[in-house]
């Protein structure tokens, strides 16, 4: 896949979507053109926290549902980020599409998933990847491969054929974004960036230097 040069990039920057006033509709619209470009994972996104120090802390999730309600990511919630985001409800989200040549960042609040809507999502995973939630025993310190893959399994033993309930400590975060901000790659870093934050019922769009 050619990625896109000076000459592209031009190209891309129509400037159209800076007259858009729904966000989360332009956000879908992107995300569904990344689909068919990006190679692996157009869903993910870095996800930013902070620590109980205060340090900033960033790692890659996967975004697995949004509406005007927010983005929705799920986790461990034992894990580091799972305590940081309890202790800490703030967060922000990048998007990078390199084949678009296109970021979006997200930021704002974060609050727990409803319970059912956890469970929803967490029966519509691989088998695998339901047992391997309850095996991981995620960000602590493992001694060796060999006692992951003993502990998948232990797990795969325990359920059998039968079913494999959403563990207590993995839910899901949605993110309430107070800030939208979408990015297109511009010729001689002339590029197109339009902020996006909530007013009343709407947005405020605000076109922003690059």
């Given at each position: ?72 990511f799920y986790t461990n919630l034992e894990s580091r980020k799972g305590e940081q985001l309890a202790a800490h409800p703030k967060a922000a989200l990048c998007f990078h599409w390199k084949s678009l040549a296109r970021q979006v960042r997200i930021r704002g609040p974060v609050s727990p998933v409803p319970g059912e809507e956890a469970d929803a999502y967490f029966a519509s995973r691989p088998r695998l990847s339901r047992i391997g939630a ?77």
């Open positions: 896949m050619k990625l896109p040069g000076k000459d592209a990039s031009a190209e891309l920057t129509s400037g159209d979507f800076t007259e858009r006033g729904d966000p989360v509709a332009l956000f879908g619209e992107w995300l569904n053109e990344a689909e068919a470009s990006e190679p692996v994972d157009a869903n993910a996104v870095a996800l930013a926290t902070v620590d109980a120090d205060g340090m900033p802390d960033v790692r890659m999730v996967l975004l697995k549902g949004f509406d005007e309600a927010g983005f929705v309850w095996a991981s025993r995620q960000s602590r310190p493992l001694e060796s491969r060999f006692a992951l893959e003993k502990a998948v399994a232990a797990e795969t033993a325990r359920f059998g054929a039968g079913s494999i309930p959403r563990p207590p400590y993995w839910s899901g975060f949605r993110l309430s974004p107070v800030q939208i901000e979408f990015w297109n790659n511009g010729a001689f870093r002339l590029h197109d960036r339009v902020r996006f934050t909530p007013q009343g019922d709407g947005w405020l769009r605000q076109r922003l230097y690059p």
